[in-house]
């Protein structure tokens, strides 16, 4: 069964730094893209950041210059480092992923909640 399974977050303090983790397993042909997007609450979810299998990214206007999207290809697995975190930054954030696989292309993890305060 393919899944994304999302580790790191949790209770951050203003200013400080979170990392999150996405692994995708189960049987899959090829990645082409993963991202990561958060949903506040009361608010829809959006777009974070995303990078391609060739390593190209985008991020939303809110993630520049403050949170950097990479990724391990070999092991399936794509990073969000948050850095000065504001508490405009608490959301639920999920993984996505486009994939090749047998059970279909678009995939979203469960979520992981990051709390920024003091």
């Known amino acids: 069964q393919v899944q994304l399974v999302e580790s790191g977050g949790g209770l951050v303090q203003p200013g400080g730094f979170a990392r999150l983790s996405c692994t995708a397993s189960?049987?899959?042909?090829?990645?082409?893209?993963m991202a990561w997007h958060r949903q506040a609450p009361g608010k829809q979810r959006e777009l974070v950041a995303g990078?391609?299998?060739?390593?190209?990214?985008n991020y939303s206007d809110s993630a520049k210059g403050r949170f950097t999207i990479s990724q391990d290809n070999a092991n399936r697995t794509v990073f969000l480092q948050m850095n000065n975190l504001k508490p405009e930054d608490t959301a639920v954030y999920y993984c996505?992923?486009?994939?090749?696989?047998?059970?279909?292309?678009?995939?979203w993890g469960q979520g992981i909640q990051v709390t920024v305060s003091l």
């Open positions: 996505n992923a486009f994939m090749q696989t047998t059970q279909g292309y678009d995939f």
């Open positions: 189960g049987s899959i042909l090829k990645i082409y893209a």
């Open positions: 990078i391609g299998y060739d390593g190209r990214t």
